[in-house]
């Protein structure tokens, strides 16, 4: 909900904590100031402009603040709007696995702090539910009956987390009627159902893919709802990335709209990380652990040859952390062009610059480019070009072959220098195959929390790991901005003490404001 307010700011507030919201589409660099009204246990968010300090907007959120400056950023639960739902026993209590669990259950007064890097006297911050088993379930087992989709493209262990929600509602809660919705949201009205036990998903895990396929587009609210009531679905879980999040989030608002007890969990899932408030993706690890391959490939053809270059290209449409992180890992990395990090070609500092004077010492060089670097260019040679997929999302133009064609044309035109190019593409390999064994095990935990949460009537939450702790994020936060690599993190400074590649910010970039006010603003969690 937002709230005008036109109290003038004052900066003598107490609790006034600013931190720049760097919203990836606002022009402006405005500043969120939370000021915290301990007495009326709400929070009151205010969006400034940076420039000239004029109130964009302000929020009232229902959060449980404390004068300690901790704050609870809370997840609906079934009884917010059917307060007479009946509560049963966490059949756990009888589990033999669980029978000689200390703490089987997790305490309703359990948080996950979002910042544990502190000072002894900030304020506590922002805190979310602690994932985990409850004491009361507000569903009887034999009543469940839920159902899984799968949205988006595809990651490692999609399949991993489709098997441990099955097995965890079956083994932990007794669970029998579990539905796949085949085909993403547009399975919900345009597809069968398909019945899913332990013993059908028994395998999945070692496949990769999603064993219920998946689609891009067709997100009609109504048309699902109508479609969960109509089959009695009283448990759903949605697995998919920033934008099955956001269609995830209407479900429940039409869910709650229409009073139904219904259940429902978001499960974060993308190959590029651009998931905000949670650690990593699932599949995440996996991936980079896949480039590995393409990247030692290049390397080998690069240093086989006179003046090899050897350029390969992985996913990342918005958000370059496979590409960071794929080059941190390999070591054998010369430059990493992610869509976060400008650069040029030409000119003094340029990449040609840097293709030769590497050629030059070493004979050899590895550029990982990340999909969606360089748009902006590729785009100067064929203009007019806008697409989107079927969801909304940008179309990208292959930087891949442009980069390798205008390097091609620099060095044998320009500079009449002999270099070998040799350009590999492993983006679909990397996020087609199965999860390896520590996304695996994310993956259990990830689908275990979701049943949990879910059993216990928790609803309208995305589940995932917020420093190394499972928890119940509301879904709004995990999509109101995207997670991007912050150029003045320590971690992208590794990758440039790691390559000695050049910055690209020339001095106007640096001056720059969206820069600077990034430089002002050096997240106090960067590692
Ligand atoms: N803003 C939105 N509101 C409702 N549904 C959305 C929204 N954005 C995407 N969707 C739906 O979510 C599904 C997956 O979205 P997409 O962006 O393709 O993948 P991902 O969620 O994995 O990033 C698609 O079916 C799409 O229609
Ligand atoms: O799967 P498609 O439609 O080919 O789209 C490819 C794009 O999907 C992504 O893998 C991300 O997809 P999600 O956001 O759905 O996880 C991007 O890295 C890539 O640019
Ligand atoms: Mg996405």
């Not at 080059?327 to 990449?351: K, M, Q």
């Not at 203009?383 to 990208?396: C, H, I, Q, T, Y």
């Not at 980069?403 to 390999?429: A, C, E, G």
């Amino acid at each position: 909900m937002d709230l005008l307010i036109h109290s003038p700011l004052s900066r003598s507030s107490p609790s006034l904590s600013p931190f720049l919201f760097n919203s990836k589409n606002t022009t402006l660099n405005p500043v969120f100031h939370s000021l915290n009204f301990d007495s009326r246990n709400f929070q009151i968010k205010l969006l400034v402009s940076r420039q000239n300090h004029q109130l964009i907007r302000a929020q009232v959120s229902d959060q449980i603040v404390n004068d300690d400056g901790f704050v609870l950023e809370d997840v609906p639960h079934l009884t917010n709007f059917l307060p007479d739902l009946p509560s049963y026993p966490n059949p756990l209590q009888k589990s033999q696995a669980y029978a000689i669990v200390k703490k089987t259950f997790v305490s309703s007064e359990d948080s996950v702090a979002q910042n544990i890097v502190v000072q002894k006297d900030t304020p506590r911050g922002v805190h979310f539910r602690r994932a985990g088993p409850r004491e009361k379930v507000y569903f009887k087992s034999d009543e469940v009956r839920a159902c899984i989709v799968t949205c988006g493209g595809l990651c490692p262990g999609i399949n991993t987390v489709i098997r441990e929600i099955v097995c965890g509602l079956n083994y932990m809660y007794g669970v029998d009627n579990i539905l796949g919705i085949e085909g993403g949201y547009k399975g919900f009205y345009s597809r069968n159902t398909t019945t899913l036990t332990p013993k059908v998903v028994n395998d999945i895990h070692k496949r990769g893919g999603t064993f219920l396929c998946t689609s891009r587009g067709g997100h009609d609210t109504n048309k699902i709802v109508d479609n969960i009531q109509d089959r009695g679905i009283n448990q759903v879980y949605i697995i998919g990335g920033d934008g099955t999040q956001r269609g995830a989030a209407l479900i429940y608002k039409e869910v709650e709209k229409r009073g139904l007890p219904i259940a429902v969990a978001g499960i974060p899932k993308t190959i590029d990380n651009d998931i905000a408030v949670i650690d990593k993706s699932f599949g995440f690890d996996t991936a980079v652990e896949e480039a590995q391959r393409a990247i030692n490939a290049a390397h080998v053809e690069a240093e086989s040859v006179e003046n090899g270059v050897g350029i390969v290209k992985l996913m990342g449409r918005y958000s370059g952390f496979i590409a960071m992180f794929a080059t941190l890992a390999s070591r054998d990395v010369d430059c990493c062009l992610i869509p976060e990090s400008p650069f040029y070609l030409e000119g003094r500092g340029g990449l040609f610059d840097f293709i030769e004077q590497r050629l030059k010492e070493n004979g050899h060089m590895v550029i990982v480019v990340a999909e969606g670097a360089g748009q902006e260019y590729v785009a100067q040679n064929m203009p007019g070009v806008d697409e989107k997929d079927a969801s909304g999302n940008r179309l990208l133009l292959d930087i891949g072959l442009w980069l390798t064609q205008k390097i091609k044309d620099h060095f044998s035109k320009v500079r009449k220098m002999t270099i070998n190019m040799k350009y590999i593409d492993p983006t679909y390999m990397i996020r087609a195959i199965p999860s390896n064994a520590s996304d695996n095990i994310y993956c259990t935990l990830l689908a275990q929390s979701a049943v949990h949460g879910a059993m216990a009537g928790y609803t309208g939450f995305t589940v995932g790991p917020v420093n190394s702790r499972h928890a119940y994020i509301p879904i709004a936060r995990v999509t109101e901005a995207t997670n991007t690599v912050k150029l003045t993190d320590r971690m992208w400074a590794r990758l440039l003490a790691s390559t000695n590649q050049p910055s690209f910010l020339n001095s106007s970039d640096v001056l720059q404001n969206d820069i600077t006010g990034a430089i002002n603003s050096m997240n106090s969690n960067s590692i």
